[in-house]
Structure formats: structure tokens, C-alpha cells
């Protein structure tokens, strides 16, 4: 979708008309669709993860070109994320190629900086990207809309720089905290159980605006429902799981019985936690609350490790992102699902507990992979 090929397709409009040729009846056939792999490296011995769904056709148009960038090639919640974009691209093979690229994991900075940067040189026609914070996106972002590349943020905002991108979708995390602190607190009265004691945060990084909210949102709610109880130590992981295992052991031997609950924003150390409240025996003494579905956190609600699980809907996350890039190239509205929606999209969350994992919204929610067109 270049401005030379547009110039070209102009050229035989006019000369067709002049010649008295009619063009009604044109149509696109979609004649092969293709999915690839592709590594991007964004340094030495740096490994990232692509994939490509490609229709070819005979026009000249072509589908647009659409790179989708993401955090983490291994974490379920960005795994599930590039299953509904890519969905969404296998649909509409005639209409898109998409390719996504990945860095190692979520602490990645660096390495999802630099993916961007060789995104930016094969100039696609949108790109939908998802990096940690609004400092480090808005650069890069910077350069996609001065390039006339449009860009759609997925899964973080940078709605303080307004004229960087042209649409983002992400969880409404502020809201999901707070459904986890209103969970905690009613989990305490059934349980007969004092609205005393004292909570733990474990944030996986420091600086993700994201991740904030989601803390920010379960205190005060806690303390708007709990008054007494009272917040202790605020620790950092740095997506970790062995320093998760530290901490957890570490504020278990400090606070002993008076520590009533631990609250981990992020799903990638959840596992850790849930280990050590195995391991220790203690699921009824502290209370365990943590984000995003994973093999490790289905078994922990089973077994009565964990107590609560904030869910968000990263399938739709992906799904939704994919289809604003194509509406946006049309040059349509923002109209999903036959809905007109905004330029900035809060998507909700949901707290699942031990009853739930068997329902059938649970499945939805849990395990996307069984959505996944091959």
C-alpha cells in the first residue's frame, strides 16, 4: 500500500477512462492465503517471534500491510493476545497481511524498542504495539505518525500524548483493582474473618502505569470498605520468580499471622506466589488474589491456593486492535462489532474464583487457544 502504487492505480484510472474503457465490475479474488514464522532480532543472541498471515490477490492493491508488535512471546496473557489479533487478520485474509514480532518477555525493553525501530523501516501501513510505559512509547510512536503510519496501542495507554496514536485498547485495570479489593473484603465477612490485618503488594515492575492502577485500585477500595486494615510493603519482582518466592517467604517470616493477604498485579510471578502458600500450608490464613489466567493459577484456584483471579479479556484486546487498523485504513469509523466506539477503550475485567473454573465463561475466558484458527 504505497503512495507510488496509489499513483500508479490513478494513472490507469484516467487513461481508462479517456480510452472509453468501463472499470465496473472489478472485483478482488483472494487466490492464497499463507501462514509463516519469522525471528526478529533486536540485538546479538536476541530472539523474538513472528508470524504472518498473507493473502495474495490479484489486484494491484494488495491487502495492507499490518505489523503487530507485542510484549511477550511466553506470557499467556500477550500469547492469548496475538491470538484474537491474528484471528481477526486470518479472517480477512484479502484485506490484511499482518506479521507479528514479540519480545523474550515483558521486561524486554530494550529488545521491544528495537523490534519498533525495524518494524518502522519496513514501513507498514498500520502498526498495533504494545510496549511498558508511556515515557518509552511515546518516542517511537512519534516517529510511526510522522511517517503517516498509524498506530493503535494494545494492552497500555499514552493518553497523555493524545496526537501519537490513532486508537488503544486495554483493561480497565484501576476498575479490575478494584473489583479484587471489594473480592478481598467480602471473601473476609463469608469467611468470618476479622477486617484487620495487614496486605502485601507485589507489583512484577516498577513504572508501568498499568500495573499502578491495578495496585492503586485494590487499596482503596480495600480501604474504603476495611478502614482497619492496614497496606505494609509494596515490593517489585522484576518479573522474577525466583525473587517472587524470596519475597513471599520473606513477608510470611516477618508478619507471621498477622499478614492476611498478598495482591500480585501481574500474572508471569503468580505462579511463584501460589507455590509458596502450597508449600507452607497457609491458603486459609493468607488470602491470595493475582491477574491473568495461566495453566499454574487454573490449578491454584482448584486446589484453594489462590483465592481470587482478575481476568482480563486479552483474546478481545488483540481481536479489537486488529479490527480498528483496518477501519482506520479504510478510512471508516471506529465501528466494531456494529458499534461506534472511541478513540480510547476500557475493557472490562472479571474476578474468578474456585466455582467458577468450571463454567463455560470461564473456559472463554482461561484458555483463548481453543478460538485459534490455525
Known amino acids: 500500500m504505497k503512495k507510488t502504487m496509489i499513483f500508479i492505480m490513478s494513472a490507469v484510472l484516467v487513461l481508462m477512462l479517456v480510452t472509453g474503457l ?8 483472494a487466490v492464497e492465503e499463507t501462514t509463516a514464522a519469522a525471528v526478529t532480532t533486536a540485538a546479538a543472541e536476541t530472539t523474538a517471534a513472528a508470524e504472518t498471515t498473507a493473502a495474495e490477490t490479484t489486484a494491484a492493491a494488495g491487502p495492507y500491510n499490518i505489523a503487530f508488535v507485542v510484549k511477550s512471546q511466553a506470557q499467556p496473557f500477550w500469547i492469548h493476545v496475538r ?54 512509547m511515546a518516542p517511537i510512536a512519534t516517529k510511526f505518525i510522522d511517517a503517516g503510519i498509524p498506530a493503535i496501542m494494545c494492552g497500555d495507554s499514552i493518553k497523555d500524548y493524545d496526537g501519537l496514536y490513532s ?24 469467611n468470618n474473618k476479622p477486617l484487620t490485618g495487614k496486605i502485601a503488594i507485589h507489583s512484577a515492575l516498577a513504572g508501568l502505569v498499568s500495573l ?47 499478614l492476611t493477604c498478598i495482591y500480585l498485579d501481574a500474572g508471569p510471578t503468580l505462579p511463584a506466589a501460589i507455590q509458596v502458600i ?10 491470595l488474589i493475582g491477574w491473568d489466567s495461566s495453566p499454574e493459577a487454573i490449578a491454584g484456584l482448584e486446589d484453594g491456593n489462590l483465592k481470587g483471579l482478575v ?10 486492535c ?23 477503550n476500557l475493557m472490562d475485567t472479571v474476578v474468578f474464583t ?12 482461561l484458555d483463548p487457544t481453543l478460538k485459534e484458527l490455525k
Not at 489479533?85 to 485474509?93: D, I, L, Q, T, V
Not at 486508537?167 to 463469608?190: H, I, R
Not at 481476568?311 to 479489537?320: A, E, K, M, S
Open 22 to 29: 468501463s472499470l465496473t465490475g472489478c472485483k478482488t479474488t
Open 167 to 190: 486508537a488503544e485498547f486495554l483493561s480497565y485495570d484501576y476498575g479490575g483493582g478494584e473489583m479484587a479489593g471489594e473480592f478481598l473484603v467480602n471473601y473476609l465477612k463469608e
Open 354 to 365: 474456585k466455582k467458577d473454573v468450571g463454567t463455560q465463561e470461564a473456559k472463554e475466558f
Open 83 to 136: 491470538i484474537g489479533g491474528m484471528n481477526y487478520a486470518k479472517e480477512n485474509p484479502d484485506k490484511i497481511n499482518a506479521t507479528l514480532y514479540a519480545a523474550k518477555d515483558d521486561a524486554a525493553v530494550e529488545e521491544g524498542l528495537a523490534i519498533l525501530e525495524d518494524v518502522l523501516v519496513t514501513e507498514p501501513d498500520a502498526v498495533v504495539m504494545a510496549l511498558i510505559n508511556p515515557e518509552t
Open 212 to 258: 499502578q492502577n491495578r495496585c492503586n485500585g485494590f487499596k482503596d477500595k480495600v480501604l474504603e470498605l476495611a478502614p482497619d486494615m492496614e497496606f505494609i510493603d509494596w515490593v517489585y519482582s522484576d518479573v522474577d520468580p525466583m525473587k517472587e518466592v524470596t519475597l513471599t517467604q520473606d513477608q510470611i517470616s516477618a508478619y507471621g499471622d498477622e
Open 311 to 320: 481476568l482480563q479479556d486479552p483474546f478481545g484486546i488483540g481481536y479489537n
Open 278 to 287: 502450597a508449600e507452607q500450608g497457609i491458603a486459609d490464613k493468607v488470602t
Open 322 to 344: 486488529m479490527e480498528a487498523a483496518l477501519k482506520i485504513l479504510e478510512g471508516g469509523t471506529l465501528n466494531l462489532n456494529e458499534e461506534t466506539i472511541s478513540k480510547d
